[in-house]
Nanobody, 124 residues
Framework: QVQLVESGGGLVQAGGSLRLSCAAS????????MGWFRQAPGKEREFVAG????????YYGVSVKGRFTISRENAKNTVYLQMNNLKPEDTAVYYC?????????????????WGQGTQVTVSS
């Protein structure tokens, strides 16, 4: 059974940093693309960043490029999202997801597995 468990969310002031973690278990993910999405109240789920587990290639959403960094640690089967220079508009529930795909996909519909989400709140 595949499980994705996020951690690391919280409350931070604008300009601060947080690091989210996503611990993956239940299968081998080397043929998967991993993604971080976020969803604010009343808004659609938005692609934030993605990484190919096999070779570490990354891709970012326009609103976070240059501020967020996605990475993975194979030994721990964990994907990270380092978030710097946070803004109030980054406030959302952040979800980790896994897609059985050889490329990074930005559509939430393409992802097979999802974590439960972790809240990130950025105060102004």
């Amino acid at each position: 059974q595949v499980q994705l468990v996020e951690s690391g969310g919280g409350l931070v002031q604008a300009g601060g940093s947080l690091r989210l973690s996503c611990a993956a278990s239940g299968r081998t993910f080397n043929k998967y693309a991993m993604g971080w999405f976020r969803q604010a109240p009343g808004k659609e789920r938005e692609f934030v960043a993605g990484i190919k587990w096999s070779d570490g290639i990354t891709y970012y959403g326009v609103s976070v490029k240059g501020r967020f960094t996605i990475s993975r640690e194979n030994a721990k089967n964990t994907v990270y999202l380092q978030m710097n220079n946070l803004k109030p508009e980054d406030t959302a529930v952040y979800y980790c997801a896994a897609a059985s795909a050889y490329v990074i996909v930005t559509s939430a519909a393409r992802y097979n597995y999802w974590g439960q989400g972790t809240q990130v709140t950025v105060s102004s």
